[in-house]
C-alpha cells in the first residue's frame, strides 16, 4: 500500500532527505580524501598555510582546473577553512592531525581505503547475503588490507605501549623483562611489531590464517629490522607454540567462526599466570546504547565485513563488531576462562582481559 503524499510529515520528510544528501556527499567526498593522499595534496596543504588553488598546483604540478574543483569540495566538507576575501584555503592543524600527517595518533584517511574496498565487493557480498553464505577475509579486494593496515596502526601506535598493556594486571613487567607472546589474527602485523619494538627482551610471534598478510607482515619487520618477532600462517584454532605468557586478538576476535574454541586453544596455550588480551570495538551490550557514529560505522563494518567473515567459517557464530563487553565475557567464560574483566577503554576499543 502505498502512502499518500498528504499522510507524510513534511518536517520529517526534509530532515530524512537532508540527511542522506549529507550521506551521499560523504560518500562521494571520500574518493577525493584519498586522492589528496595520492597526490600529495593534503601534505602539501599543511605545510603551505593559506594558499590558492593556482599556488597549489605550482606546489605540487596537479592542474590547476582539477584543483580548484577538489578544494570546494573539500571547503563544503568542512575540511579546509575559506577566505573569500583572499581567496585562499587553509588546512586547520586539527584536520591535518587526521588528513595529512601519517605519524599522527589519528591520521583517518587511510580508513577510506577500507571503505572503497566495501563499494568494489559489494555485489559479491549481495550475493552471499541473499544466498546467507559467508564471505571470507580472504576474497575482499586488496584494498581491504592496505586500508585496515592504516586505517589501525595511529591508535596501536598511540594506545598500546601506554594506554592498553598498562592496564593489565603484571604485563608490562612481563614484557620488560622477557615474555613469549602471541598475536593471534595479526594481519599486516601492525600490533605485533609495535610489541616486539616497545619490548625487545620479549619474544613476539604473530599468526594469521591470509597468507599475503603474513607475507606482508614479515616484509614491514624485515624494513624496520626487528630481530624478535616473527609471523606464520596459522589459524586461531590451530596456532603452534605454548606456555605463552600473553596471547592477544587486536579487533579481531569478533571475526572468528568460532571465537569460543579460539579462546579455548589460546587458554590451553598460556601459562599458569598467563593472560588474554582482547581488543574489540567499542561497544555497549544494547543496540540503543549504541546508536552513536561509532556504532554507526562499526555496525556497518560489521554487516559486510566482520559478520561475513564469521560466517564464512566453521561453527559461524557471528558475533558482529558489537558484540559488547557482557557477550563476549559469555564468550570467554565459555571458552574455560575464570576471570574477566575490562581492562580499559578508548573512544574507538574495549581492551579486556582475561585468565584461566
Not at 577475509?137 to 594506545?159: I, K
Not at 619490548?199 to 619487520?221: I, Q
Not at 596459522?234 to 607454540?241: K, T
Amino acid at each position: 500500500m502505498t502512502t499518500e503524499t498528504h499522510d507524510l510529515d513534511q518536517g520529517r520528510l526534509e530532515q530524512t532527505l537532508g540527511q542522506l544528501v549529507v550521506d551521499m556527499g560523504a560518500a562521494m567526498n571520500g574518493a577525493l580524501v584519498l586522492i589528496g593522499v595520492d597526490l600529495g595534496l593534503w601534505r602539501a596543504l599543511d605545510e603551505s598555510g593559506p594558499t590558492t588553488s593556482e599556488q597549489l598546483a605550482a606546489r605540487t604540478g596537479v592542474r590547476e582546473r582539477y584543483l580548484r574543483e577538489w578544494l570546494s569540495a573539500q571547503v563544503a566538507s568542512g575540511y579546509l577553512n575559506y577566505d573569500p576575501d583572499a581567496g585562499t584555503v587553509t588546512l586547520s592543524p586539527e584536520h591535518a592531525m587526521a588528513l595529512a600527517r601519517e605519524d599522527s595518533p589519528v591520521y583517518l584517511a587511510g580508513g577510506f581505503h577500507l571503505i572503497s574496498s566495501v563499494y568494489k565487493d559489494r555485489r559479491r557480498i549481495t550475493d552471499r547475503i541473499r544466498s546467507g553464505d559467508g564471505f571470507g577475509w580472504h576474497e575482499h579486494d586488496p584494498e581491504l588490507f592496505v586500508g585496515t593496515e592504516q586505517f589501525f596502526r595511529p591508535g596501536y601506535r598511540a594506545n598500546l605501549v601506554d594506554v592498553w598493556l598498562p592496564a593489565l594486571d603484571g604485563v608490562v613487567d612481563k614484557l620488560r623483562s622477557g615474555a613469549t607472546v602471541a598475536d593471534i589474527g595479526c594481519g599486516h602485523g601492525v600490533s605485533t611489531t609495535i610489541l616486539a619494538q616497545a619490548f625487545p627482551e620479549s619474544t613476539v610471534y604473530g599468526f594469521d590464517y591470509h597468507d599475503a598478510s603474513v607475507v606482508r607482515a614479515r616484509e614491514l619487520a624485515a624494513r624496520e629490522g626487528i630481530g624478535n618477532v616473527s609471523f606464520e600462517i596459522a589459524s586461531a584454532a590451530d596456532f603452534p607454540g605454548h606456555d605463552y605468557d600473553l596471547i592477544c586478538y587486536f579487533d579481531c576476535l569478533h571475526d572468528m567462526g568460532d571465537p569460543v574454541g579460539a579462546l579455548r586453544h589460546a587458554r590451553e596455550r598460556l601459562v599458569g599466570d598467563g593472560a588474554v588480551m582482547l581488543v574489540e570495538p567499542y561497544a555497549r551490550d544494547s543496540l540503543a546504547e549504541n546508536l552513536n557514529p561509532v556504532g554507526r560505522m562499526y555496525y556497518a563494518a560489521s554487516t559486510v565485513l566482520c559478520t561475513p567473515s564469521s560466517l564464512a567459517q566453521p561453527v559461524a557464530l557471528g558475533l558482529g563488531a558489537q558484540a559488547g563487553e557482557r557477550r563476549l565475557a559469555e564468550v570467554a567464560a565459555e571458552a574455560g576462562f575464570g576471570s574477566f574483566r575490562r581492562a580499559t577503554e578508548t573512544p574507538f576499543n574495549l581492551v579486556l582481559e582475561a585468565r584461566p
